[in-house]
Nanobody, 123 residues
Framework: QVQLVESGGGLVQAGGSLRLSCAASGRTSSSYDMGWFRQAPGKEREFVAAISWSGGSTYYTDSVKGRFTCSRDNAKNTVYLQMNSLKPEDTAVYYC????????????????WGVGAQVTVSS
């Protein structure tokens, strides 16, 4: 069992930055690949970024490449999503999740989810 708690969301102006954190607890939490997803009002939850358990590989959806950076500190059992050059279309609830099987970009491959953090980008 893995418990995940996101923090760091908030309101920011377009062009600004935020850093989301995802604190994980559970005996083997550092051994999971981890992902970030987001869900905007009226839209489906979508993949944003992911990082391998070692931190050696990262994956991004095209719309955030060059602006978002996913990292992790396994000593702290924490995964981060640094978001720069934010745009109004980045407004959503952001979720971290632990990847357990299948394609790392697929929502269905994640068994454990946090409760989400609201990110609002004003124009």
């Amino acid at each position: 069992q893995v418990q995940l708690v996101e923090s760091g969301g908030g309101l920011v102006q377009a062009g600004g930055s935020l850093r989301l954190s995802c604190a994980a607890s559970g005996r083997t939490s550092s051994s999971y690949d981890m992902g970030w997803f987001r869900q905007a009002p009226g839209k489906e939850r979508e993949f944003v970024a992911a990082i391998s358990w070692s931190g050696g590989s990262t994956y991004y959806t095209d719309s955030v490449k060059g602006r978002f950076t996913c990292s992790r500190d396994n000593a702290k059992n924490t995964v981060y999503l640094q978001m720069n050059s934010l745009k109004p279309e980045d407004t959503a609830v952001y979720y971290c999740a632990a990847h357990t099987w299948g394609a790392i970009r697929s929502l269905n491959g994640y068994k454990y989810w946090g409760v989400g953090a609201q990110v609002t980008v004003s124009s």
